[in-house]
């Protein structure tokens, strides 16, 4: 079935690195993403990792991905207040180029002085 | 470059009113996506178009149509409006050229039903 989960909420020292982990169900999966929305924004997309991908580096972010124990990460380095957001993991299952988009339930990173 | 626009941005309506939602996807994206995000959730899915015809769909109630344009806007039509119904509602766009990475997602219209 198509499920991905986060943990609710982080909290980070400013200038620490923050690390979101997010699981997955659909091995089908072919593309997974992060997604970052501020407070009473739309949804924007960070990053986006392919399947048969191990690691991704943009910048302060790095996505890794574990494709057999289905598990996504987004670190976040030198973190900062700007950071301060709801991150959502997202896939999309199957291999269609129409396929929509899944959402987990989102992480709440909050940044501490 | 341009992006995704929805409108309007904040609509209020009664229960039992009927709303409607527009979506103007980036130009040449031929799919477009609809989703709903209630307050502290994560947005679900409720129906995709592509070429015009509905492609996939999700949690959309009955209460809710969709249909895609010749100019390839989208618009969501909601009756009976319920206060459940008050939510962040999101279009997104993307193009088979552009592959699965190529959504970009519109800043929403927040609906509120009183």
């Known amino acids: 079935g198509e499920d991905v989960e986060q943990s609710l909420f982080l909290s980070v020292r400013e200038g620490d690195s923050s690390v979101i982990n997010c699981t997955y169900t659909d091995s089908s999966s072919t593309y997974l993403y992060w997604y970052k929305q501020e407070p009473g924004a739309g949804l924007q997309l960070l990053t986006y990792i392919f399947s048969n991908m191990d690691m991704k580096q943009d910048q302060r972010l790095t996505v890794l991905l574990n494709k057999k124990d289905k598990h996504l990460s987004l670190r976040i380095a030198d973190t900062q207040t ?7 993991c997202a896939e999309t299952p199957g291999y269609s180029s129409a396929s929509k988009i899944i959402f987990g339930s989102g992480t709440r990173l909050s940044i501490r002085p | 470059a341009a992006g995704v626009i929805q409108s309007p941005r904040h609509l209020i309506k009664e ?10 996807p980036i130009p040449r994206h031929d799919t477009v996506y609809w989703y709903q995000q209630g307050p502290g959730q994560d947005p679900q899915f409720l129906i995709s178009f592509y070429e015009k015809m509905q492609s996939d769909k999700g949690s959309i109630p009955d209460r809710f149509s969709a249909q895609q344009f010749s100019d390839y806007h989208s618009e969501l039509n909601m009756s009976s409006l319920e206060l459940g119904d008050s939510a962040l509602y999101f279009c997104a766009s993307s ?12 800043s929403g219209t927040r609906l509120t039903v009183v």
């Open chain 1, 82 to 88: 700007g950071d301060s957001a709801i991150y959502f």
């Open chain 2, 15 to 24: 229960k039992r009113e009927t709303a409607t939602l527009k979506c103007y």
């Open chain 2, 95 to 106: 193009s088979p050229a552009t592959g699965n990475y190529g959504y970009t997602f519109g």
